[in-house]
């Protein structure tokens, strides 16, 4: 062989080694690129994913307020409407048989009054909580005014009735306010 043509293969051979080394090179910077093209797009699909939830809990708390509102919203003025019934009751109660023979027609408006006020609470979800004397005390829905020691009774029954309670749904709007037994002194 001639060494021209030597030379040249030699030079066939370094130019396809560089070639080669070239060609890993872009392979590699190919690769790296890749490998940061495929960090950025799991960093934004977690992104989107977070943000897909945090819409679905913002939807999830809205639906809960609104119906939190939808049942709960009007107990400020069902507090407020609650002395009404009160008083309707004590004047019902307060008429004598007299009064009521005398005054019969503004009696039973009162009555029909008070029944159409029960009736309003009803349809908002307002139902009375009517303790009975003898009951036993549940501090979720009885208020303690007063605590005495009454024979015959056990402590914690209810010895006395002051003013009824009423609940919103499942809360509390006002406590039924009660006598409470203490235990008897011996």
Do not use: C, W
């Amino acid at each position: 062989m001639d060494p021209k043509d030597e030379e040249f293969l030699d030079n066939i051979e370094a130019f396809e080694k560089e070639a080669d080394e070239a060609e890993e090179a872009e392979m590699d910077d190919e690769a790296i690129e890749l490998d940061a093209l495929k960090a950025e797009r799991d960093e934004f699909k977690d992104k989107f994913m977070r943000a897909l939830a945090d819409a679905e809990n913002a939807r999830k708390r809205g639906d809960k307020m609104r119906r939190e509102a939808e049942q709960y919203g009007g107990s400020k003025l069902a507090r407020d409407m609650l002395p009404v019934y009160d008083n309707m009751k004590r004047a019902l109660e307060s008429a004598s048989e007299e009064q009521r023979e005398g005054s019969k027609a503004l009696i039973e408006g009162v009555e029909l009054t008070m029944r159409e006020l029960l009736n309003v609470f009803s349809k908002h979800g307002i139902t009375v909580i009517s303790p009975e004397v003898g009951d036993r005390f549940d501090p979720n829905i009885h208020e303690a005014m007063f605590e005495a020691p009454l024979p015959g009774t056990n402590a914690g029954d209810i010895i006395q009735v002051s003013t009824e309670g009423f609940m919103l749904q499942d809360r509390l709007l006002r406590p039924a306010q009660v006598g409470v037994s203490s235990a008897p002194k011996s």
